[in-house]
């Protein structure tokens, strides 16, 4: 009987430590990423992205409605109630070196706010989701950054 209870304590344990350090990684991934403005302001760049995911993006094409449920640009609204209906600026995504760069297809317009999201909960821990298309729904950004052009 004995036996018995010091297995199951070894197995709660084990459980509760693999739990623990699973969810310590998944924030530790998750702070990593972070948005910048681009030295000349003409480009947003996404750093921090995992190396696998990366490598995909570099070798598939991806469709601009994909990047965009993820990662996108949005002019800044006067109105904080109309924020998270913004429409998102067309532009270009592409890969370089460890992050991810958009350009948009006009150029910021100086002394105009802006602000860019990346939605990567769920492609942090779940990249097929993204890169079948999937739409992120209802969950909060990740990374946001705004800035003035």
Known sequence: M???NL???ILIFFLVSVSCNSKSSQKNLNSKLYLALSLDSTTIELHGMPEDVLNYFKTKKIDEKVWESFF???????????KDFQLAIKG?????DSLIVFLPHINFVIDSSYFARCYSQNLLSKPSDILLGKKISGKKPIA??????
């Open 144 to 149: 946001e950054l705004e800035f003035t052009r």
């Open 2 to 4: 004995k036996v018995k």
């Open 72 to 82: 996108a640009v949005y002019p800044e609204t006067k109105n904080k109630e109309l």
């Open 92 to 96: 270009k995504y592409r890969v370089r």
């Open 7 to 9: 297995f199951h304590f």
